[in-house]
């Protein structure tokens, strides 16, 4: 397995330990891609669910600027959601996962397509 090959495998193991769900592997690696090299940076790889302006990122690039969402408040309530879901307490909340999972809860996985 190559690095982004073992990184997948284990955004997959993340998803179904802390969400108990059975990933989508084809989405997952898309996500994974589209991310690029972010997901070897140990900083840029993950969210920070204590920051405000991190989770402010996500909302405006991710939701707003990848998906075509309407901004709204819903938007950070699903971060929120999907934070929460993870774990508060889990430090490493990687950003495929969060991606991957804010795409299927608006489903805007055809993004991916």
Same mark, same amino acid.
């Given at each position: +397995?190559? *690095? ?12 179904r330990?802390k969400?108990g769900?059975?990933?989508? +592997?084809?989405?997952? &690696? *898309?996500? &994974? ?15 920070s669910?204590?920051?405000?302006? !991190?989770?402010? @990122?996500? @909302? &405006?690039?991710?939701?707003?600027? *990848? ?14 959601? !999907? +934070?929460?879901?993870?774990? @508060? ?6 950003r ?8 299927? @809860? ?8």
């Amino acid at each position: +397995m190559n *690095k982004r090959e073992t990184w997948i495998a284990h955004y997959a193991e993340d998803i179904r330990e802390k969400f108990g769900e059975t990933p989508d +592997m084809d989405l997952l &690696t *898309k996500v &994974t891609i589209g991310l690029g090299p972010s997901i070897y940076k140990s900083d840029a790889s993950k969210v920070s669910g204590s920051d405000p302006s !991190e989770l402010e @990122r996500v @909302r &405006t690039n991710f939701l707003i600027g *990848k998906l075509g969402l309407p901004d709204g408040p819903e938007l950070m309530e699903a971060i929120t959601a !999907e +934070m929460d879901r993870y774990g @508060r307490s889990e430090r490493n909340k990687y950003r495929a996962v969060i991606y991957y999972m804010l795409a299927r @809860r608006f489903g805007k996985t055809s993004i991916y397509g």
